[in-house]
């Protein structure tokens, strides 16, 4: 899809810029070799780190080991945003993921992480009986979605293109932007990849790159507010990926 924007209306607080994304989760066989998980901290830059807990009625149920992926969005003070799980073996783990993920704290400026590493984290929680390890990658474009429990085993995201019927969108607003930065939005653009989860809401959108901050802040603040159709593939509902280019121009009179 494609987009153009207009500048105009007030800037929203502000949201975090991020650049490079890429989409398929490889996670290292290494993972047993922290038990204290202090090399995935150092990886993510977390000043505070909550490691989730077994969920004692999953261990009475019977669950003895699972999986749980996770995208995580935060903003310019290190705060996390948003939390997509993009594989789980069990609800229950999942749950008790997300609440030990919205207590974590990234450092600042969280939008200039160390080079060479995920921009926006992706991480991988392995639940067995002697704990709880996480690892950390990014996810890789690919054309299906893998479900394998394998800790080995990829994470692949189809693209919005590629789900059933294609992308209907709902509710898509444009950037909006006024004042001192709207004379500097004439011919910028700003590029987003995004998440669309599985009831259609755009999740943890980055910035790839843009022309300036003001218009890479308001392209995210924009796509945070989409809404398309849940996405499905083989008939089955599924998180997808996208990126989108918004080119910034004056309104005419």
Same mark, same amino acid.
């Given at each position: 899809m494609n987009a153009s924007s207009l500048a105009t209306g007030p800037l929203p607080s502000p949201?975090?810029?991020?650049?490079?994304?890429?989409?398929?989760?490889?996670?290292?066989?290494?993972?047993?070799?922290?038990?204290?998980?202090?090399?995935a901290q150092k990886q993510l830059r977390l000043e505070k780190f909550v490691l989730p807990d077994?969920?004692?009625?999953?261990?009475?149920?019977?669950?003895t080991r699972g999986l749980?992926?996770?995208?995580?969005?935060?903003?310019?003070?290190?705060?996390?945003?948003?939390?997509?799980?993009l594989d789980s073996t069990n609800a229950l783990l999942?749950?008790?993921? @997300?609440n030990a993920i919205a207590q974590w704290k990234f450092a600042r400026p969280s939008n200039q992480p160390i080079e060479g590493q995920p921009v926006v984290p992706i991480?991988?929680?392995?639940?067995?009986?002697?704990?709880?390890?996480?690892?950390?990658?990014?996810?890789?474009?690919a054309t299906a979605k893998i479900q394998d429990p394998a800790v080995n085993a990829p994470v692949v995201l189809p693209a919005l293109s590629e789900i059933d019927d294609g992308p209907k969108p709902l509710f898509q607003p444009m950037p909006q932007i006024r004042?001192?930065? !709207?004379? @500097?939005?004439?011919?910028? @653009?700003?590029?987003?990849?995004?998440?669309?989860?599985?009831?259609?809401? !755009?999740?943890?959108?980055i910035v790839l790159e843009c022309s300036s901050p003001e218009l890479g802040e308001a392209a995210v603040l924009a796509v945070e507010q989409w809404r398309d159709e849940p996405p499905f593939v083989a008939g089955h509902p599924t998180i997808a990926i996208e990126a989108q280019t918004f080119t910034f121009g004056t309104r005419t009179p």
């Amino acid at each position: 899809m494609n987009a153009s924007s207009l500048a105009t209306g007030p800037l929203p607080s502000p949201a975090i810029l991020l650049c490079g994304f890429v989409l398929c989760f490889f996670p290292p066989l290494a993972f047993a070799a922290d038990p204290d998980n202090q090399d995935a901290q150092k990886q993510l830059r977390l000043e505070k780190f909550v490691l989730p807990d077994f969920p004692p009625f999953a261990r009475l149920s019977g669950v003895t080991r699972g999986l749980v992926t996770v995208a995580i969005g935060r903003n310019a003070e290190g705060q996390v945003t948003d939390i997509l799980v993009l594989d789980s073996t069990n609800a229950l783990l999942s749950e008790a993921t @997300t609440n030990a993920i919205a207590q974590w704290k990234f450092a600042r400026p969280s939008n200039q992480p160390i080079e060479g590493q995920p921009v926006v984290p992706i991480v991988r929680f392995i639940f067995n009986t002697g704990g709880v390890s996480i690892i950390s990658a990014a996810t890789g474009r690919a054309t299906a979605k893998i479900q394998d429990p394998a800790v080995n085993a990829p994470v692949v995201l189809p693209a919005l293109s590629e789900i059933d019927d294609g992308p209907k969108p709902l509710f898509q607003p444009m950037p909006q932007i006024r004042g001192a930065a !709207a004379s @500097t939005a004439r011919g910028g @653009t700003a590029t987003v990849k995004f998440f669309v989860d599985d009831t259609g809401r !755009a999740r943890v959108p980055i910035v790839l790159e843009c022309s300036s901050p003001e218009l890479g802040e308001a392209a995210v603040l924009a796509v945070e507010q989409w809404r398309d159709e849940p996405p499905f593939v083989a008939g089955h509902p599924t998180i997808a990926i996208e990126a989108q280019t918004f080119t910034f121009g004056t309104r005419t009179p």
